[in-house]
């Protein structure tokens, strides 16, 4: 069973960028398509992008397009967010989920693995 583990959250000031990483352990990621959801304070997890398990695919909300980048590397087994020009409603805790399917999903009900989550906070 593949297990996932963040990496690359921290404080930031707006208009900076971050790198988070999703590693994978316990099975290979080429397997999965992957995706990224958020959660701030008293408010629902969201969706950020997703990619497939190819990286032929990607979808973005529409918050952050443009600003967000997702990649995956199948070979080291992870799968990164790249967040440019961040801003203070970016604020949140940022999971990364995999699904043991072809297609991509925007709902994380559709995701069977999770991470414990990164704390991502930009500064005003």
């Known amino acids: 069973q593949v297990q996932l583990v963040e990496s690359g959250g921290g404080l930031v000031q707006a208009g900076g960028s971050l790198r988070l990483s999703c590693a994978a352990s316990g099975g290979t990621l080429s397997s999965y398509s992957m995706g990224w959801f958020r959660q701030a304070p008293g408010k629902e997890r969201e969706f950020v992008g997703c990619i497939s398990y190819r990286a032929t695919t990607t979808y973005y909300a529409d918050s952050v397009k443009g600003r967000f980048s997702i990649s995956r590397d199948n070979v080291k087994n992870t799968m990164y967010l790249q967040m440019n020009s961040l801003k203070s409603e970016d604020t949140a805790v940022y999971y990364c989920?995999?699904?043991?399917?072809?297609?991509?999903?925007?709902?994380?009900?559709?995701?069977?693995?999770w991470g414990q989550g990164t704390q991502v906070t930009v500064s005003s």
């Open positions: 989920a995999g699904r043991s399917n072809i297609y991509v999903s925007t709902r994380s009900d559709d995701y069977g693995y």
